[in-house]
């Protein structure tokens, strides 16, 4: 399987089971709608015959038989060998817990999928005999696995801090006794930050989560406080301190959200990257259609064009010394994620898993409040192994929109969650996502090209994603 296409001057084409990129002419890029899998030393007659109008014979006859040399190595039409392990790992350990240490919020933000801060259950803050269970229960549950991944998440986690740091000092307390060596990560809105958090933040975080959707009139318009006030002015000199602070050598981001309301966001992404940030995010919105600020459909090309434009502003910007991160566009594409992660993605339900204040599991925190999919609780013992076996086998084989699809090695399949909440089934692909993956990794991989054609050779690795799924 390949998939070729056409973007800012180039001809890419990505042949999906190897890996392999490859920059062609237009000779090539033409030739290869003659070919398949089936690919053969001879010449399809029927290509010499059509495109010999438009290219030299020699020319056409050279051309694929290098063509052909890539396919005998592996690296065109290549063999599908990921199938073979889309059953393994069923009884893969628990390696990472999103704690929601805050069902309770200072902002009323009217796109969150958190019905504002509660999840649908009513404000309520973790307790620190809570949260000390759900440490206890993924070491327990983590088999030999070493490094554990946690994020205290919300809500908003500042408004419950002091269970965050006792949190944090119960699990290096034990981390040596078990073998356990613990990474956190804290995502906030930054209205609480004071500097003595900050210094917590920088010493204990292993990355940290900034939101914030880009300019002042964009993220005041959504990201408002119960009284309707914006919180840009106040979060962001908090976040330029933290920033300031934390160091080059400490993962950050600053992770907005465009809705139909911004659809220019790379004006945003340029106005995070003024405010001297650049580890940068802005996530397409997803929610009910109906709402006037959803991204339709019919809003895609206008989105592909932006991520376009961004792309070129991204290469502009890097050719001139001027480097920024934008988190959607980093991909490894000369060795990339393992096969099973390549296969299953986040590991939702299965490696991770997300625990409420009242000690419930669930198989992230999208899935929280839909009871149907609530694993277990902490306090009674209680964890169904049989639904994480199932969450275990949602890969993309067993999704049918999936196992044909170019990109599926890159997206794993989506997110679980929105599969479920727009469509129904974890293994239903949500169509809006998946178009809007398509068109990042055709960014992506163009951006790769056109900065190893300048002598750019900066890694994007992708592969130890350090941003909680959203």
């Not at 939101?211 to 106040?234: A, E, F, H, I, M």
């Not at 996530?283 to 932006?306: G, M, N, Q, T």
């Not at 898993?353 to 198989?363: F, K, L, R």
Request: hydrophobic share 30%.
């Amino acid at each position: 399987m390949i998939h070729k296409y056409k973007l800012n001057g180039y001809n890419v084409c990505l042949d999906v089971h190897s890996g392999a990129v490859h920059i062609l002419d237009d000779i090539a890029y033409d030739i290869l709608d003659y070919c398949d899998e089936n690919m053969t030393e001879n010449a399809p007659q029927k290509m010499l015959e059509e495109l010999a109008k438009k290219y030299d014979r020699e020319e056409l006859l050279e051309t694929y038989e290098a063509l052909y040399e890539l396919y005998k190595n592996g690296q065109l039409f290549s063999p599908d060998d990921y199938e073979q392990f889309a059953g393994m790992m069923t009884n893969a350990p628990v390696k990472s817990m999103c704690i929601n240490i805050s069902h309770d919020c200072n902002l009323r933000c009217e796109y969150c999928f958190a019905a504002k801060g509660d999840f649908g259950q009513g404000r309520c803050l973790m307790s620190l005999d809570t949260a000390k269970k759900a440490i206890d229960f993924i070491i327990k549950n983590s088999g030999t696995r070493h490094n554990l991944e946690v994020d205290f998440f919300g809500g908003e986690p500042l408004m419950n801090f002091d269970v965050v740091k006792e949190t944090v000092r119960y699990a290096r307390s034990i981390e040596k006794q078990y073998n356990k060596n613990f990474r956190f990560t804290i995502t906030t809105n930054g209205l609480l930050l004071t500097d003595d958090k900050i210094d917590f933040i920088n010493k204990e975080m292993s990355n940290v989560v900034l939101s914030l959707d880009g300019r002042k009139s964009v993220n005041d318009r959504l990201r408002v406080t119960p009284n309707g006030k914006g919180s840009y002015d106040t979060i962001v000199p908090k976040y330029q301190k933290l920033v300031s602070k934390r160091g080059k050598d400490r993962d950050y981001y600053v992770r907005g959200t465009f809705t139909k309301y911004n659809l220019d966001f790379t004006d945003d992404i340029l106005e995070m990257k003024k405010l001297g940030f650049d580890q940068l995010s802005i996530e397409p919105v997803v929610s009910d259609p109906k709402l006037d600020y959803s991204i339709k459909y019919e809003d895609l090309p206008r989105v592909f064009e932006e991520y376009e434009r961004l792309a070129k502003t991204i290469i502009e910007h890097r050719k001139n010394g001027d480097y920024f991160n934008f988190f959607h566009f980093m991909i490894d594409l000369d060795q990339g994620p393992c096969a099973v992660k390549r296969l299953r993605g986040c590991g939702c339900g299965n490696e991770y898993v997300a625990v409420t204040p009242q000690g419930d599991i669930y198989p992230c925190h999208q899935f929280v409040g839909h009871d149907e999919y609530k694993m277990g609780n902490l306090n009674d013992g209680t964890f169904d192994l049989d639904m994480k076996k199932d969450f275990a086998k949602a890969n993309v084989y067993s999704k049918e929109n999936c196992k044909d699809c170019w990109a599926k090695f890159y997206c794993s399949g989506g997110c679980n969650a929105n599969n479920y909440q727009y469509e129904g089934d974890i293994r239903k692909s949500h169509k809006t996502s998946c178009e809007l993956e398509k068109k990042r990794l055709e960014c992506a991989i163009m951006i790769k090209a056109a900065l190893s054609e300048s002598g750019d050779s900066t890694p994007c690795d992708g592969d130890d994603c350090p941003m909680p799924c959203s």
